[in-house]
């Protein structure tokens, strides 16, 4: 019997219910929030930086799916791979036997990640956090792990222990026992140090939320206090590495840090099969995994699959290749410098700030009595609502996806597939200051949608 499943046939039919479907089915919140915002675009397909809606104009991605869209989107090379793996017919997840892409990834993986020996994968950065707060746990024999106000380390139980946003803890108590400190203090993380307890400390070497980097000197002076304490420091690379900030890792911009665990994911799927991993040094394995009994002690159903493990070869063969981390540095340094030009001309514009293809724009208090009086309107009803003012008109004037950076931050972050160049950096630029004329401007056409964000603020208080 044949079996007569179309997919080209059922998006045709029903593609149309994109968003009833999820209202009725998933986040019930989720379209009601794109309407509200007018977000609620129908995208038909993408290619490298760019997508198109249904009537076929062309958007610029900046946000290149939260970091996963590394290479753009369909890139052929990521593409032709999966496709061989799935003409291979391989025997996959077996469960008892050692197939070659695993091994050959990790050893890719690892070329790249000096000081580090073996490779655990996964299926998310979440999963990566969650191994790595296990592994130090095990392998020191203590309990408490640090990690920095205001960090985004994933959602799972586990990994939201180590969150720094109030807003995504509320109402899942109890966590893990951890606690924060701020990034940059070190005499916070000493002084939990001494307390004997530390398993480890997990720290994004530059915080997506807010686009904050850390300080220099920071993770060298962080890491000597760790092996000081006998803990260990985790680096948390799952939207910095890969060559997002303009090396391969983020915490390489600082010469001597050398992390016990590395987290990794996103980017690494090529922006078609979830996958994670979870670098680490050989003597916490070896612990971890100390014995044939111990064997599956920590393990995922999915991980190491073919298609996953041929897609994560597939990107690191083209970041090598067509040079994407150069091209991250350069073209970064060219968009933040363009952007960086301009905060003298707006007094709106507070602050530019990041490395490579990672930026954070950040908006502040004007000097003006009118404009700074619109501004206390916005920041009465809730913080971060400019923010908002101005990612909305870049996609609806301009065609061109940001997100901001965090609730109730005046930040918008920047993250778009590394594969952007000059054309790229030229079109946000003069859609990003026709934006910002707008704004300090007298037509008030942004100023309107802003009261329109107040009325939602106050209505969901």
């Given at each position: 019997m044949s079996n007569e499943f179309d997919l080209a046939k059922l998006l045709a039919e029903r593609g149309g219910e994109r968003y009833e479907l999820h209202a009725r089915h998933l986040n019930h919140q989720l379209p009601r929030m794109l309407r509200t915002i007018g977000f609620d675009k129908v995208y038909e397909r993408g290619e490298g930086a760019y997508f198109w809606d249904d009537a076929g104009n062309d958007y610029l991605d900046m946000l290149a799916g939260f970091g996963v869209m590394g290479l753009g989107r369909h890139h052929p090379v990521v593409r032709k791979a999966l496709h061989d793996v799935l003409d291979a017919s391989l025997a996959d997840l077996t469960r008892f036997d050692c197939p070659p892409l695993p091994g050959l990834l990790a050893e890719k993986l690892l070329a790249h990640s000096p000081h580090l020996d073996r490779v655990f994968f996964c299926n998310s950065g979440t999963e990566a956090v969650e191994t790595a707060l296990k592994f130090a746990r095990y392998a020191t024999g203590r309990p408490r792990i640090l990690y920095c106000g205001h960090a985004f380390h994933g959602l799972t139980a586990g990994s939201l222990s180590v969150n720094g946003e109030a807003g995504f803890r509320d109402g899942f108590a109890p966590l893990l026992p951890d606690t924060a400190v701020e990034l940059g203090d070190l005499t916070a993380l000493e002084r939990e140090l001494a307390?004997?307890?530390?398993?480890?400390?997990?720290?994004?070497?530059?915080?997506?939320?807010?686009?904050?980097?850390?300080?220099?000197?920071?993770?060298?002076?962080?890491?000597?206090?760790l092996r000081r304490h006998g803990a260990l420091l985790i680096a948390d690379e799952v939207q910095t590495g890969l060559g997002r900030t303009g090396d391969f890792y983020a915490h390489q911009h600082e010469d001597g840090v050398e992390p016990d665990l590395v987290c990794v994911a996103k980017?690494?799927?090529?922006?078609?099969?979830?996958?994670?991993?979870?670098?680490?040094?050989?003597?916490?394995?070896?612990?971890?995994?100390?014995?044939?009994?111990?064997?599956?002690?920590?393990?995922?159903?999915?991980?190491?699959?073919?298609?996953?493990?041929?897609?994560?070869?597939?990107?690191?063969?083209?970041?090598?290749?067509?040079?994407?981390?150069?091209?991250?540095?350069?073209?970064?340094?060219?968009?933040?410098?363009?952007?960086?030009?301009?905060?003298?001309?707006?007094?709106?514009?507070?602050?530019?700030?990041?490395?490579?293809?990672?930026?954070?724009?950040?908006?502040?208090?004007?000097?003006?009595?009118?404009?700074?009086?619109?501004w206390t309107m916005l920041q009465a009803a809730r913080k971060g609502l400019f923010a908002q003012m101005v990612v909305v008109p870049l996609l609806q004037r301009h065609r061109i996806l940001t997100q901001v950076s965090g609730d109730r931050l005046e930040v918008i972050k920047l993250i778009p597939p590394l594969i952007i160049g000059e054309p790229e950096v030229d079109r946000f630029v003069e859609a990003f200051t026709a934006v910002m004329d707008d704004a300090h401007g007298g037509s008030g056409l942004m100023w309107d949608f802003g009261k329109t964000l107040v009325r939602q603020a106050v209505a969901n208080r």
């Open positions: 307390r004997g307890d530390v398993a480890g400390f997990v720290v994004e070497p530059i915080q997506g939320k807010g686009v904050h980097e850390a300080p220099p000197g920071f993770l060298r002076a962080a890491q000597e206090l980017a690494l799927s090529g922006g078609y099969v979830p996958v994670g991993a979870t670098l680490g040094k050989d003597w916490i394995f070896k612990k971890v995994y100390s014995s044939m009994d111990r064997v599956l002690v920590h393990s995922a159903s999915f991980g190491s699959n073919a298609q996953a493990m041929a897609a994560g070869l597939a990107v690191l063969s083209v970041i090598e290749d067509e040079q994407v981390v150069a091209n991250a540095r350069v073209t970064g340094d060219l968009l933040r410098s363009r952007l960086a030009a301009l905060v003298d001309r707006y007094e709106l514009l507070h602050e530019v700030r990041g490395r490579g293809l990672m930026i954070g724009i950040e908006f502040g208090k004007p000097s003006s009595l009118k404009l700074r009086s619109r």
